[in-house]
């Protein structure tokens, strides 16, 4: 596994993906063996999840997990060294949670981009603390590879040159980011007011409206703010949005493959 003192002293290989010692790494990842009776590595992610979704990153610790699985903090360091490697684990299983089958079946790239699209968004917001992890680990686990190559082929079946492709992977995936991190957080946040989100919507953008000091500012804004609060459930409105910002998004890759199409046809007859 990947030490804490090692991750300080060679930063570009900190990861637990990529430690030298892989032979032994996978030993250690099964049950049976010498390990810990009753343990493996499969449960402590399992585990892990479980405790991440409900109190997020800073409650999780080697000593409470090892409570949760009732087992001492000793033993599981015969799986991991560090709770980062935990994290890298927890972070690559729950990429595991997208159906690649299901991307891969879907009807051109169109689909397959909005199938994908889809299933990250969801496990954003099923695990809001999945967002704060991304870039501060190297996320090159075996699920994550896997996602990402299934957008890179849709991205490279839009007839994109292999330059723009990093740039429109990019586009998708910062854009499906940011708004399963918000959506996830405002969940969290209704969760902790111990309120439902259509109530706690509801009730924040009241008490905005309604402080004079905005009155003025959100004079314009007035018209969004009645049809989003008629336009139904919070569940509906994240859920129209997201759709419609994919579809312009979807579209905007259609108009670049088509000018890089004209470009390309200029150069060539510039050339004859």
Same mark, same amino acid.
């Given at each position: ?38 343990? /493996?590595?499969?449960? !402590?992610? *399992? @585990? ?8 997020? %990153? $800073?409650?999780?610790?080697? &000593? ?34 997208? /159906?690649?089958?299901? !991307?891969? *079946? @879907? ?8 199938? %994908? $699209?889809?299933?990250?968004? &969801? ?150």
């Amino acid at each position: 596994m990947v030490r804490a003192a090692d991750r300080a002293k060679n930063p570009t290989r900190s990861s637990v993906w990529l430690e030298q010692d892989k032979e032994s790494r996978a030993a250690r990842g099964v049950s049976g063996g010498s390990g810990p009776a009753g343990l /493996d590595r499969e449960r !402590i992610v *399992a @585990a892990s999840i479980r405790m991440l979704d409900e109190d997020g %990153l $800073a409650k999780l610790s080697m &000593r409470r997990l090892a409570t949760e699985l009732n087992v001492t903090a000793m033993s599981l360091y015969w799986y991991v060294d560090t709770k980062d490697d935990i994290i890298e684990y927890v972070i690559d299983s729950c990429y595991e949670e997208i /159906d690649l089958a299901e !991307i891969a *079946a @879907a009807d051109g790239w169109r689909e397959r981009i909005r199938v %994908l $699209a889809l299933a990250y968004r &969801r496990m954003l917001v099923r695990h809001p603390w999945m967002s704060a992890c991304m870039g501060q680990y190297l996320n090159v686990g075996p699920n994550a590879i896997a996602v990402g190559n299934e957008m890179q082929r849709a991205i490279r079946d839009t007839g994109l040159p292999l330059s723009r492709v990093p740039s429109a992977m990019s586009a998708v995936f910062q854009f499906v980011y940011g708004y399963g991190t918000i959506e996830g957080q405002f969940g969290r946040v209704a969760e902790q007011a111990g309120m439902s989100q259509d109530d706690f919507y509801t009730d924040t953008i009241k008490a905005f409206r309604e402080e004079d000091q905005f009155k003025e500012a959100i004079e314009d804004m007035s018209c969004l703010l009645d049809e989003r609060l008629s336009h139904g459930t919070v569940e509906q409105i994240w859920d129209r949005d997201f759709l419609y910002a994919l579809d312009v998004l979807i579209a905007g890759i259609e108009v670049m493959v088509e000018r890089g199409r004209g470009e390309a046809a200029a150069e060539s007859a510039q050339r004859a």
